[in-house]
């Protein structure tokens, strides 16, 4: 299997990979104009990205490709509807960088409380302000307000309980039983939490749904003087909206993300909200420790091994969650060579289409069961005809229930 890592990756993962007896290419300065050209070049079977785009042309640039893995948790760098429509697995590697995302967060937490990057800023310069640097909230007995409650966000409230305060949360699938068993308070909505929180961390993926999700009303419901961190994507949080709030209300921000956000290499970039006082901002480093890379490393070798050794592809993001299927075929049969195929013969006769199947087999391998689900019901002829095949020992149909 040959696969290209057209990204930095940690060197125990590369071994891994060969180990597996994978033939290895690492273009660790690829960027998302050179993935195209690379994946021509290369013609893997499995492409591995940490940072750097896959864009629709470098997918159908393809020709061999049947995986890709995201080496971390967010997917939003890959056109996941373009390797969709190819029939390309993509994966990611969730809850690996978990505490490494948490241990950011925090330090800018703590940074928009005691001003350190400015406190250090002035130093460098020669400068003495105790007075102004000695006027800070504290975060003891104060409220943290925490945006999306998966991996990232359980370890930024486990820490703010450490910390003393008292945690809020919001998450479309929490509930008040989970919150209490979490040790945490759950908002009703965005804007109950937006209001009772001192300091606010958000930690939800970028979809079509979470962008935006922090607008100018959640900004509005604020405390004057309040802070918040973004660790996410720069997608989710409205950037004009924040930067009114931060002039206008005194919000301080901690930013390890933001809009329109450039490449991995070394370049310009100057937005509005990083100028303003009071923000503070790292460069998309959330996940980059050794600790955090090293685990990513592995999980993305385990999806490649599992892949290997039997076509399963763990944390598949693509597979469809609902499809057309209408009725399900299940036939009892002799696991004898053209069973299935005498099926979809027939299947194929009738203009009705496979949605999905299993094939499973019984202990002795002597026989089998395969269930197929289907777009339309069979008619008799059909059925009198899948029965013509001796291997075939019955089957039914049933109408499925819409999921």
Not at 42 to 67: C, E, F, M, N, Y
Request: glycine fraction near 8%; aromatic fraction near 4%.
């Amino acid at each position: 299997m040959r696969v290209l890592i057209a990204d930095k990756f940690q060197a125990s993962g590369v071994h891994a990979l060969e180990h597996l007896g994978c033939d290895v290419t690492v273009e660790p300065d690829a960027t998302a104009t050179d993935v195209a050209a690379l994946v021509r070049q290369h013609d893997p079977d499995v492409l591995i990205v940490r940072s750097t785009k896959v864009s629709a042309d470098a997918i159908s640039a393809a020709t061999g490709l049947s995986l890709i893995v995201r080496a971390g948790a967010g997917f939003d760098t890959i056109d996941v509807d373009a390797a969709s429509a190819r029939g390309i697995f993509v994966a990611n590697c969730p809850g690996k960088n978990s505490v490494a995302v948490a241990e950011l967060a925090w330090g800018l937490i703590l940074a928009c409380d005691r001003r350190i990057p400015d406190q250090t800023i002035d130093l460098r310069a020669g400068r003495w302000n105790k007075k102004d640097y000695s006027k800070a909230h504290g975060l003891h007995g104060r409220t943290l307000g925490v945006v999306g409650l998966g991996q990232i966000g359980l370890e930024i409230a486990k820490r703010g309980r450490a910390f003393g305060m008292t945690v809020v949360a919001w998450s479309r699938s929490l509930t008040e039983k989970r919150a209490e068993e979490l040790g945490v308070i759950a908002c009703s909505s965005l804007i109950n939490l937006a209001k009772m929180s001192d300091v606010v961390s958000v930690n939800v993926a970028a979809t079509s749904e979470t962008a935006g999700l922090i607008g100018a009303p959640f900004l509005h419901a604020m405390k004057t003087g309040a802070s918040i961190v973004n660790t996410s994507r720069g997608s989710v949080i409205d950037e004009p909206a924040l930067v009114a709030a931060v002039r206008d209300k005194g919000i301080r921000a901690g930013l390890d993300v933001f809009a329109n956000e450039p490449g991995a290499s070394a370049d310009a970039f100057s937005p509005e909200i990083a100028s303003l006082p009071g923000v503070y901002g790292t460069h998309h480093v959330g996940a980059s420790t050794d600790q955090a890379q090293e685990a990513i490393a592995a999980e993305a070798v385990r999806i490649v091994s599992r892949y290997l050794a039997c076509g399963e592809v763990p944390n598949c993001v693509n597979r469809a969650t609902t499809t057309l299927a209408t009725h399900m075929l299940t036939v009892r049969h002799l696991n004898r060579p053209g069973v299935l195929a005498h099926v979809f013969y027939t299947l194929g006769q009738g203009g009705i289409n496979v949605e999905e199947m299993e094939n499973i087999i019984y202990v002795g391998e002597k026989a089998a069961c395969a269930r197929i689900q289907l777009d339309a019901p069979l008619s008799e002829a059909h059925l009198t005809a899948i029965r013509a095949n001796d291997n075939v020992l019955s089957l039914d149909v049933t109408r499925m229930r819409r999921r």
